[in-house]
C-alpha cells in the first residue's frame, strides 16, 4: 500500500514537472513573435495621449485610490466603481484600442507603480520593487519567463517597457502575451 502511494506520487510529481518545463519553454519561433510585439509595443509606449496621461497621473494620483493598498486591491471585484472608473478612462480606452489578439493582459503604472490603466484588474495594485516596474523606470525593458499569470489563469510571458516622458522613466507599460497564441 504504502509502495503503490509512494509510485502515485513520483507519477503525480513527474507530470508536474513536465507541465511546469511546457509553461516555462518558447520555440524559437514564439521567441521571435514576441520580439516583435515587445517593437510594436515600444511604439505604443510613445504614444503622446498615454505619455500625458501617465504624467499627469503622476503630479495628480487619482482621489478614489489614493488611500489605496494591496489589502483593499484585493478585495475590490470586478463590478467596484474604482475598477470601472480606472478600466473605462482614456488611457485604458488606448490599451484596449490597440490589443491584439495574443495578449492576455496590459497595464499601465505610473512612477510610484500604482495603476493608471489596465485592460482587467491585475493581481497586485503596485508592481514598485519588481523588476518589471523597476527596470523600465530605469530606462530598460524586461521580460519575463513563462509562467501561468495569477489574475488570468493563463501561461504567458510578459514584458514591459518604460514610458518615457522627454527622455526620462515616467512609468511602465506591462503586457502579457499568451504563449500559445504566439
Known amino acids: ?19 511546469e518545463a511546457q509553461i ?3 520555440s524559437a519561433e514564439q521567441t521571435q513573435k514576441l520580439d516583435e510585439l515587445i517593437k510594436q509595443a ?10 500625458a496621461a501617465v504624467r499627469d497621473y503622476n ?10 493598498d494591496q489589502d483593499k486591491w484585493s478585495k475590490l471585484t470586478i463590478m467596484d466603481p474604482i475598477l470601472k472608473d480606472i ?3 482614456a488611457t485604458s480606452k488606448i ?27 491585475p493581481s497586485s495594485w503596485s508592481h514598485k520593487g519588481k523588476a518589471k516596474h523597476d527596470e523600465p523606470m530605469a530606462g530598460k525593458i524586461w521580460i519575463g519567463k513563462p509562467e501561468k499569470d495569477a489574475s488570468t489563469g493563463l501561461s504567458q510571458v510578459q ?4 514610458i518615457l516622458d522627454a527622455g526620462q522613466p515616467i512609468g511602465s507599460l506591462v503586457i502579457g502575451v499568451a504563449v500559445n497564441k504566439l
Open 1 to 19: 500500500m504504502i509502495r503503490q502511494l509512494f509510485l502515485s506520487f513520483c507519477l503525480w510529481m513527474f507530470t508536474q514537472a513536465g507541465a
Open 24 to 26: 516555462h519553454t518558447m
Open 42 to 51: 515600444t511604439e505604443l509606449a510613445r504614444n503622446p495621449d498615454l505619455v
Open 59 to 68: 503630479m495628480k494620483g487619482r482621489d478614489s485610490t489614493k488611500d489605496m
Open 87 to 89: 478600466r473605462s478612462n
Open 95 to 121: 490599451l484596449f484600442s490597440k490589443k491584439a489578439d495574443v495578449v492576455s493582459e496590459a497595464f499601465v503604472c505610473g512612477a510610484d507603480g500604482t495603476k493608471v490603466s489596465f485592460l482587467s484588474k
Open 159 to 162: 514584458f514591459a517597457l518604460p
